[in-house]
């Protein structure tokens, strides 16, 4: 079986225990680091997760100190796991993404992958786009590019052998001021990274049949 047969296949063991082993997990051991270039390594693969326009509108604000994790712990909460954790990273979205696209798509020109012409409209159609969204629709655009790219590095952190644990419970605004982040930017999510002490909860899924529709939807 070729590579390509292989990864299509549903038989694919590597693939589909990361998918199992990843659990929400809320106790770690406090005395196991995560070096920076490891993290900076699993946070590069989880960018390759999509975006509009590869516009990337997300940021990551990494917190691998004590100190700088006792900061956020009153500010999520007292959840310990903050305090526990190797790091916490800070999901950040980029409000005004779009004042990137001169230089991702100048990137894509170099690499050989986007001709001129093309790059400096895809700029200019970027630009006008988001400058004419409203501010609803631009966080629920990077809400959402944040929420896949937070989900492909807590998938890539279980293939590299370590535990996550996404956080919603913490003050945006104290967030924001503890840590000088300006209104470009909205915090979306919070990830513990380290190894667990103790195994998530175990959880259960609705029936497929429940959630999946095809063509059209089905009354409840």
Not at 144 to 173: H, I, N, W
Not at 185 to 193: F, G, W
């Amino acid at each position: 079986m070729s590579d390509l047969q292989s990864i299509k296949s549903l038989d694919n063991p590597l693939f589909f225990d990361v998918i199992h082993g990843r659990q929400t997990v809320r106790n770690y051991k406090p005395d196991v680091k995560i070096s920076k270039n490891e993290i900076t390594e699993m946070l590069q693969e989880a960018t390759q997760a999509p975006s509009g326009g590869n516009l990337q509108s997300w940021r990551f604000l990494v917190l691998d100190s004590l100190e700088q994790k006792q900061k956020l712990f009153s500010i999520a909460y007292n959840q310990k796991q903050i305090v526990e954790a190797s790091a916490v990273i800070i999901v950040l979205g980029d409000l005004e993404c779009y004042k990137m696209a001169k230089k991702i798509y100048n990137q894509a020109v170099e690499a050989g992958v986007m001709p001129e012409d093309m790059a400096k409209s895809s700029v200019k159609r970027y630009t006008d786009l988001y400058s004419n969204m409203s501010q609803e629709d631009v966080l629920q655009t990077v809400s959402l590019e944040c929420g896949l790219v937070s989900m492909q590095f807590m998938l890539v952190a279980r293939a590299k052998g370590y535990d996550t644990g996404p956080m919603r419970g913490f003050s945006k605004e104290k967030l924001m001021e503890a840590f000088n982040i300006s209104d470009r930017y909205t915090p979306v999510l919070l990830i513990a990274l380290g190894e667990s002490a103790k195994a998530g909860y175990p959880t259960v899924r609705l029936p497929v049949q429940n959630v999946v529709f095809f063509n059209k939807m089905l009354e409840d």
